[in-house]
């Protein structure tokens, strides 16, 4: 149910009872319990409009595509779900243990699926490395690749992460236990659409480098949920 429908009917409920006799209550406070169940059902179903993953970090990726500025996106990660690949992406972002995303690459794109990024060591996507060695154990499949714009950890196989990344274009239910979900874009996702539009040569090459040219974490004022459509 939609929160408007629970609301009414719990409402609807309650006044039948009244009619029929099984709210023993008369006047005013009849109408004060009505009242009191009904702002209780409207809590109730504010928060289950809340259910989807917690965004915990925001950070940013300022793009070029092809030498030239295409914007920034901003996204959010579900640290709740899986603090460690959380951790592991921040810090990727801020450099902060001496490596990281800061000019590096899209280096795969493949229209109507994703946008692979994160090898900052040899940008052909053999390389890069986690803030705790070359490679990292897959933390958990709680969180599913539902709608666009999806970020999910790229591997070579079961536990086999390391800094390389997708954002997806589209569901991509197939790959639903076999990546790390760890965030959404949040804002920016007209820059993502320019990626997916840039053509392409061998491997999924884009012919116009698109580069992360500046990264960071952003403000976060407190943790949000985000509702993500399928």
């Known amino acids: 149910w939609s929160g408007t429908r629970r609301v009414e009917s719990v409402c609807v409920l309650v006044r039948r009872r009244r009619e029929m006799g099984r709210v023993q209550s008369g006047g005013s406070r009849g109408a004060v319990a009505l009242l009191v169940v009904c702002v209780v059902a409207v809590a109730v179903s504010v928060s289950d409009a809340k259910t989807g993953p917690k965004v915990t970090e925001k950070v940013y990726f300022d793009i070029t595509i092809g030498g030239e500025p295409a914007g920034r996106i901003v996204m959010g990660l579900f640290g709740g779900s899986v603090p460690k690949t959380v951790e592991n992406f921040r810090k990727l972002c801020t450099h902060e243990e001496g490596f990281g995303f800061r000019d590096s ?31 990292f ?16 950890m790229a591997n070579a196989g079961k536990n086999t992460n390391g800094s390389q990344f997708f954002i997806t274009f589209k569901p991509t239910a197939w ?18 659409e320019k990626v997916e539009q840039n053509p392409t040569g061998p491997r999924d090459r884009p012919t116009l480098e698109v580069k992360i040219v500046d990264s960071g974490v952003l403000e976060l004022d407190e943790p949000f949920n985000v509702e993500l459509d399928d």
């Open 175 to 192: 790959l639903d236990g076999r990546h790390v979900v760890f965030g959404v874009v949040l804002e920016g996702y007209d820059i993502v």
């Open 137 to 152: 154990d897959d933390e958990n499949f709680k969180l599913k690749h539902v709608t666009k714009g999806m970020l999910s």
């Open 105 to 135: 690459i899209f280096h795969r794109v493949i229209k109507g699926f994703m946008m692979q990024g994160g090898d900052f060591t040899n940008f052909d996507g053999t390389g890069g490395k986690s803030i705790w060695g070359a490679k």
